[in-house]
């Protein structure tokens, strides 16, 4: 055989390998169940898992191909869409109790390799995101702590002491660059309730 037709064999052998997974990709976005797809198509269902992952070289991760939801990779099991991490862990013997949840020590949602997944409680969850500083403290932070504030708590008093001398809202919004009823949540004490001088209407 010469080189020019094992060349076109290759690239015909990888045609049809592109053509194939795309076709496990489209069934699996369509819900078609794992089981199904794998039927279909002819291969074993832990063979059709291996097909919707890719490793990454760097982290150890197996990306996740196939469907997502919330950053999770997803698989119909034949019921409902499943998360992949569940379908890793049960096809490599760890299935997940009732209660508990797949855990990632990786931090990457859409990894599937069962070596990167613990099976843990929502807790051991919680805890595991609080050691690594990834929980969301902003929702704790009260006034100028909080990152995402645009006001301080000097401007709240600001905005509440002009309308107690009369200042009209329009005005006050304005300056403070604040939508009507930000500035009337602000000024009732609604907002910012941490800090006192507060305004009944």
């Avoid at 990779?73 to 034949?78: A, S, V």
């Avoid at 490599?92 to 797949?102: K, L, N, V, Y």
């Avoid at 006001?151 to 329009?170: F, H, S």
Wanted: charged share 25%; glycine share 8%; hydrophobic share 35%.
């Amino acid at each position: 055989m010469s080189r020019r037709d094992q060349n076109m064999r290759e690239r015909s052998a990888l045609n049809d390998i592109e053509t194939f997974l795309r076709r496990v990709r489209c069934l699996n976005e369509d819900g078609v169940s794992g089981r199904r797809i794998a039927k279909l198509l002819g291969v074993s269902n832990s063979w059709l898992f291996e097909l919707l992952n890719t490793p990454e070289p760097n982290s150890g991760c197996w990306l996740w191909i196939g469907a997502h939801h919330q950053g999770y990779g997803t698989i119909w099991d034949g019921k409902r869409q499943a998360r992949a991490t569940h379908i890793s862990l049960l096809l490599h013997g760890r299935p997940i109790p009732e209660g508990m949840h797949a855990c990632h020590r990786c931090d990457n949602p859409c990894c599937v390799n069962p070596d990167h997944i613990f099976i843990g409680t929502r807790s051991d969850n919680m805890r595991d995101m609080h050691n690594k500083g990834r929980a969301r403290r902003t929702l704790s932070m009260k006034g100028s702590e909080n990152p995402k504030a645009r006001l301080t708590e000097d401007a709240v008093r600001k905005i509440r002491a002009d309308y107690l001398r009369g200042v009209p809202l329009q005005e006050i919004r304005r300056e403070h660059g604040l939508a009507s009823n930000h500035a009337w949540s602000i000024i009732r004490g609604k907002l910012w309730r941490h800090v006192v001088h507060q305004v009944k209407a």
